[in-house]
């Protein structure tokens, strides 16, 4: 699993309140990303992180920021959650086509 | 907009058939074709890739074949098992370009019955 971590797992919360979900990895990859997984549309890129306070957006990336403040950790911000933003989540690292997941993180807003 | 187009959707076998999954492509920058597969609960994880300047590549069961000039690439999954049933994803790379992105096709679910 390339030592990713992600949390929570499993999140329900309230359209218009603000949601951050972690990933932590152990392996020091410079590459951080983060999907979304929705029927039909496979993995779109939200954002992603090429070093410490780097980051860049992806195809899909209004309503979310990101921060990395430390290599290990890549947090998911949700500004104000909207119920088109139920999905599950997954962190990844890597390099080129190779990418290593994280288990997901199912969020539901309500 | 989509720029790798898979199909189909789903699809059912039987046990030692030969599901096929097809994947288009726009985009002639993109240098490297992985796929994914994922099972229910987990997150994807890298099957195997070729680069386009290979027709075909074999790991074991699998086979991707490749046709550069239709930009068309597909897997074949040979004598299927219902250990195979998962969700398997088509991709597209850009190494050289900026973060290293993939793109993702739509998805196919695979379903191998006994």
């Known amino acids: 699993d390339a030592g990713i971590t992600q949390s929570p797992r499993h999140k329900v919360t309230e359209t218009g309140t603000p949601v951050t979900l972690r990933c932590h990895q152990t392996e020091n990859h410079r590459y951080m990303y983060w999907y979304r997984q929705d029927p039909g549309h496979g993995l779109r890129l939200i954002h992603y992180?090429?070093?410490?306070?780097?980051?860049d957006k992806g195809e899909v990336s209004d309503g979310y920021s990101v921060s990395r403040s430390k290599t290990e950790d890549f947090l998911l911000t949700l500004e104000s959650a909207t119920s088109s933003q139920t999905s599950v989540y997954f962190c990844?690292?890597?390099?080129?086509?190779?990418?290593?997941f994280g288990q997901g993180t199912r969020l539901t807003v309500v | 907009q989509q720029q790798v187009k898979q199909s189909p959707q789903s699809l059912i076998v039987q046990k030692g058939g030969i599901p096929i999954i097809n994947c288009a492509y726009e985009?002639?920058?993109?240098?490297?074709f992985p796929w994914y597969q994922q099972f229910p609960g987990k997150g994807p994880a890298l099957l195997i890739a070729?680069?386009?300047?290979?027709s075909e590549k074999k790991e074991g069961r699998f086979t991707i074949s490749f046709n550069k000039s239709a930009k068309q690439f597909s897997l074949h999954i040979m004598d299927s098992q219902p250990g195979d049933s998962a969700t398997y994803f088509c991709a597209a790379s850009r190494p050289k370009a900026a973060g290293n992105k993939l793109t993702f096709g739509g998805g196919t679910r695979v379903l191998v019955k006994p």
């Open positions: 985009n002639t920058a993109f240098d490297y």
């Open positions: 990844a690292v890597g390099w080129g086509f190779e990418a290593f």
């Open positions: 992180s090429y070093g410490v306070k780097d980051t």
């Open positions: 070729i680069r386009p300047d290979v």
